[in-house]
Nanobody, 117 residues
Framework: QVQLVETGGGSVQPGESLTLSCAAT????????MAWYRQAPGKRRELVAR???????NYVDSVKGRATISRDNVKKMVFLRLNNLKSEDTAVYYC???????????WGQGTQVTVSS
């Protein structure tokens, strides 16, 4: 019911910034929640940032102050701006969408972010 496509990953040096984008394709009029998760090698997938349609946002502690999640509800897109990137931000970043509070999760294919000097 929802297809998600991420763009914007790549290799950057510590201290640099990048923006991830995710475009959703769905017949639903609105998407309740859109989020970014990440998974580093050997680690569990973790929530990075989440934005609900009412404007509420939340972030994992490790990116607070360095990350901004935003949505374009008309275009059904979500963005994640990451500043002052650190090596520990290296991971595959996944876009996530949920059509309603109790609905299933939909996932994108993931985009690699590598932070290295």
């Amino acid at each position: 019911q929802v297809q998600l496509v991420e763009t914007g990953g790549g290799s950057v040096q510590p201290g640099e910034s990048l923006t991830l984008s995710c475009a959703a394709t769905t017949a639903w009029f609105a998407i309740y929640a859109m989020a970014w998760y990440r998974q580093a090698p050997g680690k569990r997938r973790e929530l990075v940032a989440r934005a609900t349609i009412d404007g509420a946002t939340n972030y994992v502690d490790s990116v607070k102050g360095r990350a901004t999640i935003s949505r374009d509800n008309v275009k059904k897109m979500v963005f994640l701006r990451l500043n002052n990137l650190k090596s520990e931000d290296t991971a595959v970043y996944y876009c996530n969408a949920r059509l309603g509070p109790e609905e299933s999760d939909y996932w994108g294919q993931g985009t690699q972010v590598t932070v290295s000097s």
